[in-house]
């Protein structure tokens, strides 16, 4: 549990990860996805704040958010805490959001999560889960925004392969940003356990 910025006596940073990862993303290679030009750091409005995930995002709409998504279910503030703390933690979940700083309620959001390799020299690969824009605040290029923010991200990182899985009528919005279908290894497969809910 959090008390006063502390966990177990040490310092505990509120931020899911450094904020200073954000600076510096490679945003001339993107430039053309963008109309009008807009960055993570230059977002087209000034009341729009780029950052990572916090843990008090709980109180500002976080939750309902991903609720337009998918199934979120009934978290209390200590599961939230809990969870953000052992994402934290691992060092590979990188829940970065977009922040209406009018009335501090966050509107968009996306992660970006690493995962280690033996392959490719040892190398890094990353996936993007959770995109989601606030459905008052669609048409504002928000969802290209968000996305681009992690993909410059993981490029950043070094990682060899960004890869994600979305709904066909989405296919062209990824496309736009530069994702492809790859021919021969297209399919995406799961296996859904019993829902907890």
């Given at each position: ?7 177990n ?9 450094n ?13 053309s ?6 960055t993570?750091?230059e ?11 916090q843990?008090?995002?709980?109180d500002?709409?976080?939750l309902?958010?991903l609720s337009q998504?998918?199934?979120v279910?009934?978290i209390?503030r200590?599961?939230f805490?809990a ?6 933690k691992a060092?590979c979940?990188?829940?970065t959001v977009?922040?209406?700083i009018?009335?501090?309620?966050i509107?968009?959001s ?7 390799k033996?392959?490719h020299?040892?190398?890094e690969?990353?996936?993007?889960e959770d995109?989601v824009?606030n459905?008052?605040?669609?048409g504002?290029?928000l ?12 490029k ?7 890869s994600?899985?979305c709904k ?26 019993e829902?907890?809910?």
């Amino acid at each position: 549990m959090v008390i006063n910025n502390k966990v177990n006596g040490e310092f505990h940073p509120s931020y899911l990860y450094n904020p200073d990862f954000l600076t510096g993303l490679d945003w001339n290679s993107v430039k053309s996805s963008v109309t009008p030009f807009v960055t993570n750091e230059e977002p087209g409005e000034d009341y729009f704040l780029i950052r990572p995930l916090q843990i008090d995002d709980c109180d500002k709409g976080y939750l309902p958010l991903l609720s337009q998504l998918t199934i979120v279910g009934d978290i209390s503030r200590s599961e939230f805490e809990a969870q953000f703390l052992k994402m934290q933690k691992a060092g590979c979940y990188f829940v970065t959001v977009i922040e209406d700083i009018r009335d501090s309620r966050i509107i968009a959001s996306a992660t970006l999560v690493t995962e280690l390799k033996f392959i490719h020299k040892c190398a890094e690969r990353a996936r993007l889960e959770d995109v989601v824009v606030n459905n008052s605040y669609r048409g504002k290029q928000l969802g290209k925004l968000i996305v681009l923010t992690v993909t410059l991200l993981a490029k950043k990182f070094g990682c060899y392969k960004m890869s994600l899985d979305c709904k066909d009528q989405l296919v062209p919005f990824y496309k736009s940003l530069g994702y492809v279908l790859e021919p021969g290894n297209s399919n995406s497969m799961m296996l859904r356990y019993e829902s907890k809910l």
